[in-house]
């Protein structure tokens, strides 16, 4: 569908798109819907004959938040709002409106849901149902696909990389000297890190890379570290479709690969270490964020308690 935005408009939200890149440094991810906030906004006006941003007004967003708000959950409604926010403050830095029609447009409250988890028994059966997948195999087609399976869902564990990470992963990012196995990851917002993982992930990483990759190969794999059925770079939908089915094979909870990276940290808090490690680990601006996993440790040490005390 063609939008119904005057030229003026679509340079704003050209330029405001730039901006976001080169100025906030934000993540392709985040630039893309953004992007698409202010579009679908945009568009929704003008089908109200409202072609100008300097005749917005708060009452227009407050109408377009209740048409929205009907179809979205308060987490995606708060990005759409940030998003407005950001290309308001954008117009007004332009001098291409005079008036913020945003100041006074309250976001959603989020219900602050735990992350979902798999306890450390859960991981291992799934990986452990990823590894003897692979034996089962002859094939070099599926066997290959087995082997990059379980190279994915070993490293999204041993690493808490994001899927977004993991998809973007290149073999020059990977250094490997003696026993220290260490990745480049190139986080969001142009942040990159350096995260260590074991030997599992290495052996299984080691196999994908040394038996399988060969089959799936062409001349557009280049140096990407996963590939997808016909040889280009793996996409985030493609490792959602992996993990989901290792799951069920696995005959544990359903989760998305994210759980993986929540999971990974739960663990590591159980396991002793430092709120500030984890932080470093998972590529986190604020501590904050990874304070959530501290609650889903509380939440299972309370578990074991009422387990183990009839009086408590």
Not at 182 to 206: E, N, T, W, Y
Not at 217 to 245: C, K, P, W, Y
Request: with cysteine.
């Amino acid at each position: 569908m063609g939008t119904l935005l005057a030229e003026d408009e679509l340079q704003y939200v050209h330029h405001y798109v730039i901006w976001l890149r080169v100025n906030k440094g934000l993540s392709e991810n985040t630039v893309h819907s953004y992007q698409a906030d202010i579009h679908e906004f945009l568009d929704l006006l003008a089908h109200h004959h409202l072609l100008q941003v300097d005749q917005i007004h708060a009452s227009h967003l407050r109408l377009w938040m209740a048409h929205e708000s009907r179809n979205h959950s308060s987490a995606t409604m708060a990005r759409k709002i940030a998003a407005l926010r950001s290309f308001f403050m954008f117009l007004m830095s332009c001098h291409a409106i005079t008036e913020n029609p945003t100041l006074t447009v309250l976001s959603p409250k989020i219900v602050n849901r735990l992350p979902r988890v798999l306890n450390q028994d859960e991981v291992k059966t799934l990986l452990d149902q990823a590894d003897m997948t692979v034996n089962t195999l002859s094939m070099p087609h599926d066997r290959a696909l087995a082997l990059r399976n379980a190279a994915i869902a070993e490293l999204l564990y041993a690493t808490g990389m994001r899927v977004s990470e993991l998809v973007s992963l290149n073999y020059s990012d990977i250094t490997c000297t003696n026993a220290h196995f260490m990745i480049l990851v190139h986080g969001k917002g142009q942040k990159d890190r350096v995260v260590p993982f074991g030997i599992p992930a290495k052996k299984a990483l080691d196999r994908w890379s040394q038996e399988g990759r060969c089959h799936l190969m062409t001349d557009e794999s280049g140096d990407a570290v996963f590939l997808g059925v016909h040889g280009r770079r793996i996409n985030q939908r493609q490792v959602r479709t992996v993990i989901h089915q290792l799951a069920a094979h696995a005959h544990v909870p359903d989760i998305a690969p994210h759980a993986l990276r929540h999971s990974a940290a739960t663990h590591l808090l159980n396991n002793g270490a430092d709120l500030r490690e984890v932080q470093a680990f998972l590529g986190h601006s604020s501590l904050s964020t990874t304070q959530r996993y501290t609650h889903v440790s509380l939440d299972r040490m309370r578990q074991k308690y009422h387990q183990a005390f009839d009086r408590a």
